[in-house]
Every structure is written in C-alpha cells, then in structure tokens.
C-alpha cells in the first residue's frame, strides 16, 4: 500500500536526503506522492522547489552547502564558507559565501542566507575543487586559492581574516608558497600578498 511513498523516500536518501522537485519527477516519483511526504512532514521544503527529508541528521552547515549547491549549480563555495570548509578560520560563516561569474544573474536563494561574491575570468574559473558531501558533487575554491581570493575581497572579508587564513595555511605539511603567488599573480594581488609572506616565511 505505501509502494510508491517507500520507494520515493529510498529514492530521496539516495541524493543524500536533499532533491528538487524536477530532480523527483525525472526519477519516478509522482507530484502527488511528493507533495505527500510534505505534507505529512516526512519533508521538509527548505526554499521553493527544494526538499529534504526531516529524519537527517547530519551537520547544517553540510545542509546548506548542499541546498545551494542544487539552487546555484554553476556557483563556487568561497571566502568565508570556504575558509571554514578547509579549517583554516576560527569565524562562523553565518550565511553561505557564494562565488558567482560576473556575466551571471544574482541567484535568488530564500534559504539558507546567501552572500553571492561577483569573479571574473580566470579568478572565477581557476582553483575548483569537487568535493562529496551527502552524495552531492559541491564546488569549493582548493585552499591557497581561498587565501589569496580572502586578500583580493579583504574589504568585504577582513584583512584580519585573510591574515590568519594565510598563517593557518602556511603551517601546513602540503602548504605550497609557489601555489600562493601563482593565485596572487593570477588575482592581481601580488604586490599586497608579497611583504606578508615574506614576514610569515623564513
């Protein structure tokens, strides 16, 4: 009796518990039983159109990389969201940083809060990474570019921040000073980064 509401919650776990609505109908499961698990709170809509299975438990902040990851696919994690991916600030990111191409329109995200970041070019384009978080592919700036990309946007982010990102990095076993100024080259901040590594590097 419940063939059709099992199935699509199995199918739901299977995307890591997170689908839109367009993602369930294309795998099988009707509007009807869809709006059903809403509706009986076995769902829970977290923006239009996007849906996540309330028995979840894993971290929100993995969540809400993964929501706006399915809202925003050609967008980048970056700045802070990605600085604290990669364990290299002590900040909270209270809302997800966002790197969007500038040609691009302006994701209209209600949830989770969204700060998107305009890059242009190769600083948009250069430095992704794909990572696996809840069956989902996520992309996120690699780390020596989100220290440089933390320089380049220190208004926006904190030049205290972009500080203690670079020192947190260079205390690293895979830490690549070359890799640093290529960024920095690439991002036209080399002359700003230069005299701080110098200072930081025997």
């Known amino acids: 009796m419940n063939t059709a509401r099992e199935k699509a919650i199995e199918t739901i776990r299977e995307q890591g518990g997170i689908i839109r609505t367009h993602e369930a109908l294309r ?3 009707h509007r009807r039983t869809l709006y059903g698990l809403r509706d009986e709170g076995t769902l829970i809509a977290t923006s239009r159109g996007l849906y996540q299975l309330a028995e979840m438990e894993n971290f929100p902040t993995e969540i809400d990389l993964v929501n706006v990851a399915k809202l925003v696919p050609h967008g980048v994690i970056c700045l802070i969201s990605a600085l604290s991916f990669h364990e290299l600030t002590t900040q909270i990111p209270h809302e997800i940083w966002l790197a969007v191409e500038r040609k691009a329109r302006k994701p209209k995200v209600t949830y989770p809060p969204v700060r998107s970041i305009f890059f242009t070019g190769p600083c948009f384009h250069e430095g992704i990474e794909m990572h696996r978080i809840m069956e989902q592919d996520i992309r ?3 780390a020596s570019k989100t220290v440089i990309d933390c320089f380049r946007w220190r208004n926006a982010v904190g030049l205290d921040v972009a500080l203690e990102a670079v020192r947190s990095y ?4 895979e830490a690549s000073l070359s890799q640093l100024m290529e ?3 690439l991002c036209k ?3 700003l980064v ?3 590594l110098e200072a930081m590097t025997p």
Do not use: C
């Open 183 to 185: 960024y920095a080259k």
């Open 189 to 191: 901040v080399e002359k």
């Open 194 to 196: 230069t005299p701080y």
């Open 27 to 29: 795998r099988g499961i």
């Open 140 to 142: 996120i700036y690699n």
């Open 170 to 173: 260079l205390k690293r076993r």
